[in-house]
């Protein structure tokens, strides 16, 4: 089997490289690259966990966090905002997904926060919480939330 190395200049380093194989029949197949070629293991997820739940009202708006804790970090996230089948509650549905994927996966919690910290969008202003009285955004909100989770708050200032 004839095999090469294609790079994909668009993605980042760590995913550049993608495995090209000929079939024989003049078909190019892709092979995927799993998480353990980037030196990543999938850390299950236990059966029982322990977690908060944090209602809130960001300028008007009400929610609810929940983010249960798997051994010494947060594993899993939900974040409720809007009525049932609203965009609000549909992209935040999909956050909260795409951050319990990426802790599953064993993605550190200070890279969500690091990337959600400081987002400016509506709603924002203050949260009737007092360990979090004020968010830029709903994002700058759940990223505060994930460091005080996370123990991610010495040194940051948060």
Do not use: C, W
Not at 129 to 148: F, H, K, M, N
Request: proline letters at 7%.
């Amino acid at each position: 089997m004839d095999a090469r190395v294609a790079l994909a200049p668009a993605r980042p380093a760590a995913y550049g490289v993608e495995v090209l194989a000929s079939t024989g029949r003049g078909v190019t197949v892709k092979e995927q690259p799993t998480m353990a070629d980037f030196g990543r293991t999938r850390v299950p997820a236990p059966r029982r966990t322990a977690g908060t739940t944090t209602e809130f009202v960001l300028n008007g708006t009400p929610g609810r966090l929940v983010i249960a804790a798997a051994a010494d970090r947060p594993g899993h996230v939900e974040l409720y905002v809007g009525k049932h089948g609203s965009t609000l509650a549909g992209l935040t549905d999909a956050l909260s997904t795409a951050i319990t994927t990426g802790l599953h996966a064993g993605a550190p919690v200070s890279e969500f926060v690091a990337e959600l910290r400081h987002t400016r969008y509506a709603p924002a202003g203050r949260t009737g919480d007092p360990e979090v009285p004020e968010a830029t955004s709903l994002g700058d909100y759940l990223a505060r939330r994930l460091a005080r989770a996370g123990g991610d708050l010495r040194g940051r200032g948060v």
